[in-house]
């Protein structure tokens, strides 16, 4: 892995005149691998230019909206100021007033991209942009299927081959670049109703399992039993329950249990003994250990402060 140069504090501009000024005086050299004037940028494979930016010392302020194909290698990449973690097969947007931060980038990385800079004869009237560049986000990261990839590289691809044409036609180029914008548009809706739909699903895994806990858990206090009810393993039943609620499966089966104790202890006159046999204890001895432990007070003590309360 590498590590880039120490960070600045505050953003630079990174606008097209800037990738101007870095890029031209490697024409010679890297030419093969970069297209650039003042309306379009285009990065094809090369991780030089991109080990070419991080040396002008970031974080970076954008100004135009970027699209890229991360294709190979790793990268630590801060997007306004969330960590991220990019792999091979990531669709990457930068959009307007992002800063990005290039933490890490392994040595053999590989990335397809383009911007579109202020000058770019954008092809959608305003109001009718894609969702993903209306504006309503600045920036996403989204792991899609190799099909995916496939399909951006072959416009990119396609893009690459109209801009070195010695006829630079602008009307085909925004209307490729307008295709590319609309298969990016498409994963990012198809990854909204993705995450809709997990969460959907770990919407009813959740309220399946308090309806469970609500009715078994006097003689149920392992999650393996509801684990098993809801055909899930206990880790994933686990991991489901704290993502969904920020709670421990453990907590909400403990809360319901301490609940229905201080119920008995409450409203009848039922002897610990009975209490903890009713309840699914091994012995009362375990019932007062628990009760204390999740309550900071013993079940006696407990009782007779109610009915103190009463009186």
Known sequence: MQNPTKMSKTPKLMDARRMQDILTAQADTMGHSFFINNELGIVYGDARVFRLVVKQRP???????????????????????????????????????????????????????????????????????PSAFNGQVRDFQIHVAPEDITTARNIIDTLWHIVRQPDYHRPTVSATVAALMHHYDEAYRRNIADQAMVHTQKQTIFDRFISLVNQHCREQHQIAYYARRICLTERYLSTVIRQASGITAKDWIDRALVTRIKIELRHTDKPLTQISDEMGFPNPSFFSKYFRRLTGQTALDYRRGQEIKRE
């Not at 990019?86 to 307007?96: E, F, S, V």
């Not at 053999?108 to 800079?117: H, K, M, P, R």
Request: no cysteine.
């Open 59 to 129: 974080p970076f302020i954008i100004n135009d909206h970027r699209l890229g194909i991360f294709v190979r290698g790793e990268a630590d990449i801060n997007f306004n100021l969330q960590d991220r973690h990019i792999t091979p097969g990531t669709l990457i947007y930068i959009g307007p007033g992002t800063i990005i931060n290039p933490i890490r980038l392994s040595s053999d990385i590989e990335v397809y991209g383009i911007g579109l800079f202020a000058d770019f004869p954008m092809p959608f009237a305003p109001g009718h942009w």
